[in-house]
Structures are given as structure tokens and as C-alpha cells.
């Protein structure tokens, strides 16, 4: 174990560096770079761990068994260990990786990135113009169809080499639990969040069909998914001005506030940093500032997509971001930085548990210290005044804009992946990749395409997780967590308002208490460093349904006498 976990650092070291490279400078040369490390990690990762497999867990000390579990089933995409398999199965990741980072689509006569095209997405009301960029940005997925099929055969293999029936057997086992189990925690904690999203699905149905008329958004059935002012409809916020509630809300627009008082990418990331040192936490190192890319750089081809790093385990943290001065970028700062200093606070546990307790929680610890970006917040800041301090009645638009974002999400994130156990488990095959894509949107979050999908279409390898082989059940358990963090956070805080209103900015105590979960890193089961922090070992839907409550209370009142959920067709 002391030389798995020797080799596995020095490779984590060199590959590291590579596919930031990569990442920040894509060209033919460092995607063949990224293709030959990929392929020499994996073949490390997959024979260490069928190494691994000549010791009975069972008959081991707890840490070693640990240690060999996580060996075995930390390989997001093995390949099995035949001539040729983890060079090919390289190669195919980061094709599709290049191929989403430098995809774009020609509207009006310019090449436009998915940055642009998001753009238009969220500010755009015209219909025909929203339903033409939809589609245009799904036209980068159908040559990934062939290559993603051929991948997911290829890991399976390498799944089942490994003592897995299918990966996504292996993706479930990684919750110190068995996969069945997860499954039904999965359900249960759906079950407690699903009317929530009922409520809010109907309320903006009801405002997208006064804005757009019978014709494009009918009052009953699905919504159309290219009106909700997100390239995925995960997240609604884009279209808070349509849906927006009767009562008015806060009199500042974040975003014009930042402009004003001349914050540029580099400040609104150190207001992020000042954040964490706020609860007690150590700057980031002057390394951050040197290598981190904070902006999207002239003439090169990188991908944007918001992600934090740790480059060898130690000190080297830094974000990679084409960060735009706005409200949504200020949040996400927040939410990359939380990985950074979780990476940091871990770092001096044993390589294996150099990671987050489950990846819910890496995913939710930046995001609960975004619920704390509160206006009592932006007014320690500085970013406004007590004069322009929300009155209670702004509550239900301050919470209708908070809902559009993580309520919306969570029917999001359960589709992402129940798709793609499909896909790995061989029940959905490569011809009904896209029916069943929509199939899934349409009874989970109640969406449907704007038009006929083509035949050739491969719309879920649109969005960056699908192509990036990232597992996305961490997003919908972070979402759950975030909520339970928080809560548990005020009530140490000495908190007594309601949940929406408190922020645990500069609050040293809760900080030492927050410190004290991440260290652990991933040293103990999820439910030990679940309870170091929040005192319960149940991961409990009960903290998001109590914050949005008042906004339940509204939409409730709002929506009496619609027909509510979308089982029954849309009117032609």
C-alpha cells in the first residue's frame, strides 16, 4: 500500500501539470500529450488495483481495507488491462474533451462559443432566436456519439476486470455503502425535495405561457427547454425577469454592483479568498495568484468550464475560470474556492484520502458558503449600503431567485446520471442514447426539446459532464448537503431568523468546526465526517424543504387552480 500510494502521488504529480496544460492551451500537441499520460495513469491506477485484489478486505485492518476499497473503485473510467485498451480508451477521453472545448456554432455569420451562445440563451426573449442557438450548440454532439458508445464498452471491461458487474456499479460503490443502498437514499432524498419542484415548475409554466402565449409555452404539460434561460434548463435564474413574484425584491442588482464599485475578475476572487479567512483559514499561497487562470487568455483555445485544481497534493492550488464580472461568476468563485481550501485542509492525509468524505461534499462546500452570501453580507462588503437593506417582504423574490437556481438543479442532477447508469449498465443502447435522454428529462423535470430532435442527435453529450466523464450524483448530494451544512452552521452561529437571512461570514467558531470536517478528507466513512460538523449521520432533505419554506407558502397560493405536473400531453 505504502508503494501503490508512492507511485500513484508521483503520477498524480506529472499528470497534473499536463492536463492543465491541456486544459488551459488546447492544440493537437497537448491533447497527445494528455491522451499518453491519461493512457499511463490509468494502466497504473487499474494494476495497482488488480493488485489489490490478491488480499481479502475482509481479513484486513480497517485503514488498509479502506485504502484497497478506494484503490479499487476510485478509477472513474478503467480500462482492463488487454494490449492497447488504456491507450485507445486515452485517446477517446480526450477527443471528447477537445471536441466539446472548441465547439462552436455559426449564428448570424460568427463562429460563437458556448459562452456567447449561453449568453444569448439567458438574455434573448424572441423564441425562434432561442430555439435556433439551442439547437445550434447540440450540433457538437453528434460526432461524439460514436466514441462515447465505443468508451462506455471500454470501461465496462475494465469495470468488470476490477470485480464490478458494470461501472455504474462501480460509480455507486463509492459511497461507503452498497449500491442498492445508495440507490434508495437517492429516492428517499427526492421524495422530500420533489413537491418543491412541482410548485416551482408550475408557477414558471404559468409566467412563461403569459410571456410567450399558447402557441410556444402552453399552461399545461412539459415546459419547452430552451425558455428557461439556461442551455440545459438546470438552472432557471436567466429568466427571473419573466417569472418574477408580485411583491418586489431587493432594489440593487448585484451585478451592476460589482461594475460600479470596480471590481475586475482578480477582486471578485479575493473577496471569495477573504471569505474563507474570514471563519480562520490561511490565504491561499502567492503560487494561486502566479498560475491560476482567472481570465479566458487571447488566442488560445481553452476550456471554460469553471474548475479548481490541486497539482501535487500539497500547495499548488489554483482555478481555472474565464471569470466575467456578473453575480453568477461571483457565486462561483465562492463555489471553486471551496474546493481549493477543502484540497488544502486535507493535505496532509495519506494520498488515498486525499479527497472529499463522499464527492457530495466537495461539491457543497462551496456552495454552502455561497447561502451565506447574503445582504448582510453585500453590506459587510461594502457592496451596498444599510439604505438599500432588502425589508422582509423582499424575502419571497430574494428566495423565488435562489429556488431558480438550486431547486431547479436537483431534478437536473438526477437525470445526468440515471441516464447514464443506463447507458453503462447496457440497458439503454447507443441507438436510443438520445430518446432516452428525453425520455428521462421529460418524467423528471418535465421538459421537452423545442422541436424534433434528429436522428443522429446526441444531445446529453452537450452538456460538459456527459464527454468529461464526470459523475454528476455529486452535484444533486452537494445541492442536499449544502442546505444541511448551512443550517447546521447558523444553529452553531447562534442563529435565530429564518435560514435565508444568515450568513456565517467572520465567524471564527463555526470556521474551527468546518476546519475540523474537511481535514478529515475522505480518512473516514462519509456519515463520521458528516457528524463532526453537523452532529447527525444522515444526509436529510428536512434543511432545504425548512429554508425554502416561505417561498412553498407562495407558490402554493400562486399556482391554486392551475393543473399542476405535466403528465398529460401539451395541447398541439
Known amino acids: 500500500m505504502?508503494?501503490?500510494?508512492?507511485?500513484?502521488?508521483?503520477?498524480?504529480?506529472?499528470?497534473?501539470?499536463?492536463?492543465?496544460a491541456q486544459a488551459t492551451n488546447i492544440t493537437d500537441e497537448t491533447n497527445a500529450a494528455a491522451a499518453e499520460i491519461g493512457a499511463r495513469a490509468t494502466k497504473l491506477s487499474v494494476s495497482l488495483a488488480n493488485e489489490s485484489k490478491k488480499f481479502n478486505i475482509d481479513d484486513l485492518p480497517p485503514d488498509l481495507a479502506r485504502k484497497m476499497t478506494k484503490l479499487r473503485g476510485g478509477i472513474t473510467i478503467p480500462a482492463p488491462s488487454t494490449e492497447g485498451a488504456a491507450e485507445e480508451l486515452s485517446k477517446i477521453t480526450t477527443d471528447l474533451d477537445a471536441k466539446y472545448g472548441t465547439g462552436?456554432?455559426?449564428?448570424?455569420?460568427?463562429?460563437?462559443?458556448?459562452?456567447?451562445?449561453?449568453?444569448?440563451?439567458?438574455?434573448?426573449?424572441?423564441?425562434?432566436?432561442?430555439?435556433?442557438v439551442w439547437e445550434g450548440w447540440r450540433t457538437v454532439s453528434p460526432a461524439m456519439k460514436d466514441?462515447?458508445?465505443?468508451?462506455?464498452?471500454?470501461?465496462?471491461?475494465?469495470?468488470?476486470?476490477?470485480?464490478?458487474?458494470s461501472l455504474d456499479q462501480m460509480w455507486l460503490s463509492n459511497y461507503d455503502m452498497a449500491p442498492e443502498e445508495m440507490e434508495a437514499e437517492v429516492d428517499r432524498l427526492w421524495t422530500q425535495v420533489e413537491p418543491l419542484?412541482?410548485?416551482?415548475?408550475?408557477?414558471?409554466?404559468?409566467?412563461?405561457?403569459?410571456?410567450?402565449?399558447?402557441?410556444?409555452?402552453?399552461?399545461?404539460?412539459?415546459?419547452r427547454a430552451d425558455l428557461l434561460g439556461n442551455m440545459w434548463a438546470q438552472d432557471w435564474s436567466g429568466i427571473y425577469d419573466v417569472v418574477k413574484t408580485d411583491t418586489p425584491g431587493p432594489s440593487y442588482n448585484v451585478t451592476q454592483r460589482l461594475l460600479e464599485k470596480g471590481y475586475d475578475p482578480i477582486k471578485m476572487v479575493?473577496?471569495?479568498?477573504?471569505?474563507?479567512?474570514?471563519?480562520?483559514?490561511?490565504?491561499?499561497?502567492?503560487?494561486?495568484?502566479e498560475r491560476s487562470m482567472i481570465t479566458r487568455p487571447e488566442g488560445k483555445e481553452v476550456i471554460c468550464h469553471a474548475s479548481a485544481w490541486d497539482l501535487d497534493n500539497k500547495e499548488d492550488v489554483r482555478i481555472k475560470m474565464c471569470t466575467e464580472v456578473n453575480e453568477e461568476d461571483f457565486d462561483t468563485v465562492h463555489h471553486e474556492l471551496g474546493h481549493n481550501f477543502y484540497q488544502r485542509a486535507y493535505k496532509d492525509q495519506d494520498l488515498l484520502y486525499k479527497d472529499g468524505a463522499n464527492d457530495g461534499f466537495h461539491e457543497a462546500i462551496g456552495d454552502f458558503?455561497?447561502?451565506?452570501?447574503?445582504?448582510?453580507?453585500?453590506?459587510?462588503?461594502?457592496?451596498?449600503?444599510?439604505?438599500?437593506?432588502p425589508p422582509a417582504d423582499a424575502d419571497t423574490a430574494l428566495l423565488l431567485n435562489i429556488a431558480l437556481k438550486k431547486i431547479a438543479f436537483l431534478p437536473f442532477a438526477?437525470?445526468?446520471?440515471?441516464?447514464?447508469?443506463?447507458?453503462?449498465?447496457?440497458?439503454?443502447?447507443?441507438?436510443?442514447?438520445?430518446?432516452?435522454?428525453?425520455?428521462?428529462?421529460?418524467?423528471?423535470?418535465?421538459?421537452?426539446?423545442?422541436?424534433p430532435r434528429p436522428a443522429d442527435a446526441f444531445d446529453p453529450g452537450a452538456k460538459y459532464h456527459i464527454p468529461g466523464n464526470t459523475p454528476y450524483l455529486r452535484y444533486f448530494l452537494s445541492y442536499i448537503l449544502q442546505f444541511q451544512f448551512h443550517k447546521a452552521a447558523c444553529e452553531q452561529a447562534g442563529w435565530e431568523g429564518p435560514l435565508h437571512?444568515?450568513?456565517?461570514?467572520?465567524?471564527?467558531?463555526?470556521?474551527?468546526?468546518?476546519?475540523?470536517?474537511?481535514?478529515?478528507?475522505?480518512?473516514?466513512?462519509?456519515?463520521?465526517?458528516?457528524?463532526?460538523?453537523?452532529?447527525?449521520?444522515d444526509i436529510d432533505g428536512s434543511a432545504i424543504v425548512e429554508y425554502f419554506d416561505p417561498l412553498m407558502v407562495y407558490l402554493k397560493e400562486q399556482n391554486e387552480g392551475q393543473s399542476c405536473g405535466w403528465d398529460e400531453p401539451a395541447s398541439e
Not at 466514441?147 to 458487474?165: D, F, H, S, T, W
Not at 412541482?198 to 399552461?219: F, S
Not at 458558503?369 to 437593506?389: A, R, W
Not at 436510443?432 to 418535465?446: C, H, P, T, V
Open 197 to 223: 419542484y412541482k410548485e416551482l415548475h408550475c408557477y414558471a409554466r404559468t409566467r412563461l405561457n403569459a410571456q410567450y402565449g399558447d402557441d410556444v409555452q402552453p399552461k399545461t404539460g412539459p415546459i
Open 104 to 132: 462552436t456554432f455559426n449564428y448570424k455569420g460568427k463562429d460563437m462559443t458556448l459562452d456567447e451562445l449561453s449568453t444569448i440563451i439567458e438574455t434573448s426573449r424572441d423564441p425562434e432566436e432561442l430555439k435556433a
Open 501 to 537: 437571512r444568515c450568513s456565517i461570514y467572520d465567524n471564527k467558531e463555526v470556521g474551527e468546526r468546518f476546519n475540523a470536517m474537511l481535514e478529515m478528507g475522505a480518512s473516514k466513512p462519509w456519515p463520521d465526517a458528516l457528524e463532526a460538523f453537523t452532529g447527525t449521520r
Open 2 to 20: 505504502a508503494r501503490a500510494e508512492s507511485e500513484l502521488s508521483d503520477m498524480s504529480d506529472e499528470a497534473s501539470l499536463v492536463f492543465w
Open 414 to 451: 438526477l437525470t445526468v446520471d440515471s441516464w447514464r447508469w443506463d447507458v453503462l449498465s447496457g440497458k439503454t443502447a447507443p441507438a436510443d442514447y438520445n430518446d432516452a435522454w428525453w425520455s428521462q428529462r421529460l418524467e423528471m423535470q418535465g421538459i421537452v426539446p423545442p422541436g
Open 270 to 289: 479575493k473577496t471569495g479568498e477573504a471569505f474563507f479567512t474570514s471563519l480562520g483559514f490561511e490565504p491561499l499561497p502567492e503560487t494561486f495568484w
Open 147 to 165: 466514441e462515447y458508445a465505443r468508451m462506455v464498452e471500454i470501461a465496462n471491461e475494465g469495470a468488470q476486470e476490477l470485480g464490478y458487474p
Open 369 to 389: 458558503i455561497g447561502l451565506s452570501i447574503t445582504p448582510e453580507y453585500l453590506k459587510q462588503i461594502g457592496l451596498i449600503d444599510e439604505s438599500e437593506m
